[in-house]
């Protein structure tokens, strides 16, 4: 995605050896893993400051990107594919490769020859890839499998340059799986882009809360870290258009404080998001609070065709709850829960801010 402007050789290993899922080397992830450790600002490193298997990492490293954006497109939607590779420079994909052994693709859908591949089973997806261009004229015939017409993603692999050409190599449009699940990095930002982040959600979305309709309200208590301005919170669309206001909450004492800095009306963003995935929402107005401040930043958000609207982190034991966290769940807007004690989770929503200066 930073191509061409920005050349970057990030660790794997940092990636790998960081998150939050207890995931190896050997045990794969997918694109949510590799997604709650960019947007928690763990990474991405440098290469050369945490070499790759070498059974070793730096947990002080700090992030050289700051990803604030990844949209989660439409099922083989491939229009909309080309439109966020034009846009954004690269789409990450699910495929199914079929191998034949350890080092090998089957040649029954893979021509090694033009470094044309095309799945035509029912397998579920077992890999990622980068989609990095199209060419609507590739030749159906360089194909080993049969394929419906020309054309074919040009996609960037991750298993070297011995692989394809260079690493490069070509998906048909006829691929049963290619575009199935994909994710586009749309804002990626300069590690000073805000002094802080506040968040429980280093987990990422593991699911999804409501209450059985479209609507509902979120909300996250922090303790300010020193006097600062509030500027941006990010969460996720758990679905395409998905509208949402935005409320402040200062001096925050109780779970009643949050409805009355609803029913003030002093909305401090809002808008709607046409494909699901996570965003950063910079408010129309900078928020001010002091250090050891207990403040809240208060969620409404709808998403059509969904009666959980509302992105959660999951846990599978109640000690493995961020301690000091503390997340609020509502359908009206006037009565609160809170989701640690009732629903075993933290909400998946963060806040941005700078240093007064």
Same mark, same amino acid.
């Given at each position: 995605?930073?191509?061409?402007?920005?050349?970057?050789?990030?660790?794997?290993?940092?990636?790998?050896?960081?998150?939050?899922?207890?995931?190896?080397?050997? $045990?794969?992830?997918?694109?949510?893993?590799?997604?709650?450790?960019?947007?928690?600002?763990?990474?991405?490193?440098?290469?050369?400051?945490?070499?790759?298997?070498?059974?070793?990492?730096?947990?002080?490293?700090?992030?050289?990107?700051?990803?604030?954006?990844?949209?989660?497109?439409?099922?083989?939607?491939?229009?909309?594919?080309?439109?966020?590779?034009?846009?954004?420079?690269?789409?990450?994909?699910?495929?199914?490769?079929?191998?034949?052994?350890?080092?090998?693709?089957?040649?029954?859908?893979?021509?090694?020859?033009?470094?044309?591949?095309?799945?035509?089973? %029912?397998?579920?997806?077992?890999?990622?890839?980068?989609?990095?261009?199209?060419?609507?004229?590739?030749?159906?015939?360089?194909?080993? $499998?049969?394929?419906?017409?020309?054309?074919?993603?040009?996609?960037?692999?991750?298993?070297?340059?011995?692989?394809?050409?260079?690493?490069?190599?070509?998906?048909?449009?006829?691929?049963?799986?290619?575009?199935?699940?994909?994710?586009?990095?749309?804002?990626?930002?300069?590690?000073?882009?805000?002094?802080?982040?506040?968040?429980?959600?280093?987990?990422?979305?593991?699911?999804?809360?409501?209450?059985?309709?479209?609507?509902?309200?979120?909300?996250?208590?922090?303790?300010?870290?020193?006097?600062?301005?509030?500027?941006? &919170?990010?969460?996720?669309?758990?679905?395409?258009?998905? &509208?949402?206001?935005?409320?402040?909450?200062?001096?925050?004492?109780?779970?009643?404080?949050?409805?009355?800095?609803?029913?003030?009306?002093?909305?401090? &963003?809002?808008?709607?998001?046409?494909?699901?995935?996570?965003?950063?929402?910079?408010?129309?107005?900078?928020?001010?609070?002091?250090?050891?401040?207990?403040?809240?930043?208060?969620?409404?958000? %709808?998403?059509?065709g969904t009666g959980k609207p509302v992105a959660i982190e999951g846990y599978s034991e109640p000690d493995e709850i961020t301690a000091s966290g503390e997340s609020y769940l509502s359908s009206?807007?006037?009565?609160?829960?809170?989701?640690? %004690? $009732?629903?075993?989770?933290?909400?998946?929503?963060?806040?941005? $801010?700078?240093?007064?200066?």
């Amino acid at each position: 995605t930073l191509l061409p402007e920005d050349e970057w050789d990030f660790s794997e290993d940092h990636m790998i050896l960081n998150n939050d899922f207890g995931a190896d080397t050997v $045990s794969g992830g997918d694109f949510l893993v590799a997604a709650s450790y960019l947007l928690s600002w763990k990474g991405p490193v440098r290469e050369e400051d945490d070499p790759y298997n070498d059974g070793a990492t730096d947990t002080s490293l700090t992030a050289a990107k700051h990803v604030q954006e990844i949209r989660f497109l439409e099922n083989r939607n491939f229009t909309q594919i080309k439109n966020m590779v034009f846009k954004y420079g690269a789409v990450e994909t699910s495929l199914f490769i079929s191998v034949e052994n350890d080092s090998y693709v089957s040649t029954e859908f893979y021509n090694p020859y033009e470094y044309a591949y095309c799945y035509t089973g %029912s397998e579920d997806a077992n890999h990622e890839v980068v989609i990095i261009g199209w060419d609507d004229n590739f030749p159906a015939d360089a194909f080993y $499998s049969d394929v419906e017409g020309d054309g074919a993603f040009i996609c960037k692999n991750s298993w070297g340059e011995n692989f394809g050409d260079g690493g490069i190599f070509y998906v048909s449009y006829s691929d049963t799986v290619v575009g199935s699940v994909s994710a586009a990095y749309a804002r990626i930002e300069d590690p000073d882009n805000y002094d802080n982040i506040y968040q429980y959600d280093y987990a990422g979305w593991g699911g999804s809360i409501g209450y059985g309709r479209n609507k509902a309200y979120m909300a996250n208590v922090f303790t300010a870290g020193s006097s600062q301005e509030l500027k941006a &919170a990010g969460f996720y669309a758990v679905g395409r258009n998905t &509208a949402y206001k935005i409320y402040a909450c200062r001096d925050y004492l109780t779970s009643r404080d949050l409805s009355p800095a609803i029913n003030s009306g002093e909305i401090i &963003a809002e808008g709607v998001f046409e494909d699901s995935g996570f965003y950063t929402v910079d408010f129309s107005k900078a928020v001010s609070v002091d250090e050891g401040e207990r403040f809240a930043v208060i969620v409404e958000i %709808s998403t059509q065709g969904t009666g959980k609207p509302v992105a959660i982190e999951g846990y599978s034991e109640p000690d493995e709850i961020t301690a000091s966290g503390e997340s609020y769940l509502s359908s009206d807007g006037s009565l609160w829960e809170n989701t640690q %004690s $009732s629903n075993n989770c933290t909400i998946c929503l963060k806040v941005y $801010s700078d240093e007064q200066r």
